[in-house]
């Protein structure tokens, strides 16, 4: 809000958009932006209005029992999975909670919040034969 009442005073002042985008540093689409809104609407054309998006559905407290329920296994959560996945965490935050989050990302920073990192699974090659990469093994430790 600073930088907006910041914005004003220096047009007020008779500086020009450019001259005020230049010392506050925002683009002169941005001054232009805020100068017209203080117009229109006075000091309600310039407030601060949430942003959009959903990244606040679960309270706090949810949270923290969403994070719990992480540190189990899927399995003891009747989940038919070995392990926490995108589908798994929003499949457990809707049973629990009712909600519904729109993007994939936001079910990422539940996992990562938790303590969860991402690890890709190791690469296995189609043509390479178990059983010789067993006996390499062997004649490598012996050596």
Known sequence: MRERY???LLSDQGKGIGEV?????KSIWTVSGIIHAYEKQKLAGIQLKPQPGNHR????????DITIAL???PKSHDLPAAFWTIHWVRTLVK????IVYKSENSYR?????????????????RE?????VRNW????KKN
């Open 6 to 8: 910041q914005m004003l």
């Open 21 to 25: 985008a230049e010392i506050v540093g």
């Open 57 to 64: 559905k679960l309270t706090e407290a949810q949270r923290k």
């Open 71 to 73: 540190k189990k296994s």
């Open 95 to 98: 049973e629990r909670f009712s």
């Open 109 to 125: 920073a539940l996992l990562y919040e938790s303590g969860f990192s991402f690890h890709r699974p190791e690469k296995t090659y």
């Open 128 to 132: 390479q034969k178990p059983e010789a």
């Open 137 to 140: 093994l062997v004649t490598v």
